[in-house]
């Protein structure tokens, strides 16, 4: 059928259930659960002898009658009934995986075809943009390739309506298929449960019989000792119900586990040969880098080494520093007293020295030019050159007088000449 393999799987087991009569894991609960009933109350027999009256013995003597007929044919139908479960976890898994790749193509496909539309807007874009001159050169490329993508896309769109129909068949026919299996299982668990129930009856009207006449506090008594035991067993069966699946679930794991084992060893056979080799080249490596990081050790050791010592040596040379600043500070502070000392003597040096400024200020003003002798041929020069320029002056200003006149007379005669003049 459809979905690869998982139609056929599905028409196998539904063939399985018919040729049983049951379906699929189903059939041989009820015998498994009387089974374990059985046993579990054998169980609580052995485990309390004590306790047990002939009533008691003779119901687990009534019960082990039953056991031995049924032995043999429960057996192989548990056998069949566990290797029928295991095919079917097995069948289960595979559909699954099926599904799950199919799940994963559905969505590589999806996002190709949004790719493609994306490629398709695209191109008619630029179709309804170019202009119309340049359509027959830039758009002749564009208009040869369109229908092939056309196609392309017609054909994608094709294969998805089928693809989708198919899924849609598929789920369909697997909702059907469950709910017939869920229903199945539905009858056989309510004929599980009225028939388990008609034997829990059927049983507690025999301890109680049995009992009823054996016991002390009769009937009462009786009837807390048979609900005590049944449901120690209900307990007991729910138990052993739960590690019976956990222990088919780890069984159906371990088998998944030991094919995949098995099936990454063939896979990784011919690469051991090659990681080997690569580890070696990498191990080769390794040795070298180990080597040449032993060289820097050693050199950086013969470096700490020399620091070591140029430390001591600076250390040596600081203290010896120190000890001269030491040195060097007491004597700053002597000179430090010194100049302080030197300091107020040329404040009292500078003082006098301003009085005696003063004082000879005042006798020099006193003297007038005594003593002076550049200043007194200065003045002596000075007094003789005024007296030769004011004896020129004097010469300078009797010429001057008889020139005015001069020039007076010369404009008398003139202006008498120029009366005698006719006009």
């Known amino acids: 059928r459809k979905g690869g393999g998982g139609g056929d799987a599905a028409s196998l087991l539904r063939r399985r259930g018919n040729q049983r009569g049951r379906g699929p894991g189903v059939g041989g609960r009820p015998r498994r659960r009387r089974r374990r009933r059985r046993q579990a109350l054998e169980r609580q027999g052995e485990v309390g002898p004590e306790r047990g009256s002939r009533g008691e013995r003779r119901v687990l003597g009534l019960l082990r009658q039953g056991r031995g007929r049924y032995e043999q044919e429960e057996e192989a139908e548990e056998?069949?009934?566990?290797?029928?479960?295991?095919?079917?976890?097995?069948?289960?898994?595979?559909?699954?995986?099926?599904?799950?790749?199919l799940l994963s193509e559905r969505n590589r496909i999806h996002q190709y075809n949004i790719h493609l539309q994306h490629k398709i807007s695209q191109a008619l874009r630029k179709k309804k943009s170019a202009e119309p001159g340049v359509e027959v050169t830039e758009t002749a490329p564009v208009e040869q390739d369109t229908p092939e993508k056309e196609q392309a896309y017609q054909r994608y769109l094709s294969s998805l309506e089928e693809l989708k129909k198919q899924h849609s068949e598929d789920v369909d026919w697997y909702q059907h298929e469950l709910e017939q299996l869920r229903q199945h299982c539905l009858e056989k668990v309510a004929q599980v449960e009225k028939e388990w129930k008609a034997f829990q009856t059927l049983k507690r009207q025999v301890m109680l019989q049995a009992m009823g006449s054996?016991?002390?506090?009769?009937?009462?008594?009786?009837?807390?000792?048979?609900?005590?035991?049944?449901?120690?067993?209900?307990?007991?069966?729910?138990?052993?119900?739960?590690?019976?699946?956990e222990n088919v679930q780890l069984k159906q794991s371990l088998l998944l586990l030991e094919a995949r084992m098995k099936a990454q060893e063939r896979m990784t056979e011919g690469l051991h040969l090659i990681d080997f080799e690569q580890l070696k080249i990498e191990n080769q490596t390794f040795n070298e880098k180990v080597e040449e990081r032993n060289e820097e050790l050693l050199k950086l050791h013969y470096k700490v080494t020399s620091n070591v010592q140029i430390i001591s040596h600076?250390?040596?040379?600081?203290?010896?520093?120190?000890?001269?600043?030491?040195?060097?500070?007491?004597?700053?502070?002597?000179?430090?007293?010194?100049?302080?000392?030197?300091?107020?003597?040329?404040?009292?040096?500078?003082?006098?020295?301003?009085?005696?400024?003063?004082?000879?200020?005042?006798?020099?003003?006193?003297?007038?030019?005594?003593?002076?002798?550049?200043?007194?041929?200065?003045?002596?020069?000075?007094?003789?050159?005024?007296?030769?320029?004011?004896?020129?002056?004097?010469?300078?200003?009797?010429?001057?007088?008889?020139?005015?006149?001069?020039?007076?007379?010369?404009?008398?005669?003139?202006?008498?000449?120029?009366?005698?003049?006719?006009s």
């Open 79 to 101: 056998a069949s009934d566990e290797l029928l479960k295991l095919q079917e976890q097995q069948l289960r898994g595979e559909l699954m995986e099926q599904y799950h790749g």
């Open 214 to 245: 054996c016991l002390a506090g009769g009937k009462p008594a009786a009837l807390r000792e048979v609900e005590q035991i049944q449901a120690n067993e209900d307990r007991k069966e729910k138990e052993m119900s739960a590690a019976r699946l």
């Open 314 to 422: 600076v250390k040596e040379k600081l203290q010896f520093v120190e000890l001269g600043n030491l040195r060097l500070k007491s004597e700053l502070m002597d000179v430090d007293a010194q100049v302080a000392q030197k300091r107020d003597i040329l404040t009292k040096t500078k003082k006098a020295r301003d009085s005696l400024r003063v004082d000879n200020v005042k006798l020099h003003q006193k003297c007038g030019l005594l003593g002076k002798e550049v200043l007194l041929r200065d003045l002596e020069q000075k007094v003789d050159q005024t007296e030769l320029l004011s004896q020129r002056l004097e010469t300078l200003k009797r010429q001057h007088a008889g020139l005015t006149l001069t020039c007076k007379g010369l404009k008398q005669k003139i202006k008498e000449s120029k009366a005698f003049l006719p």
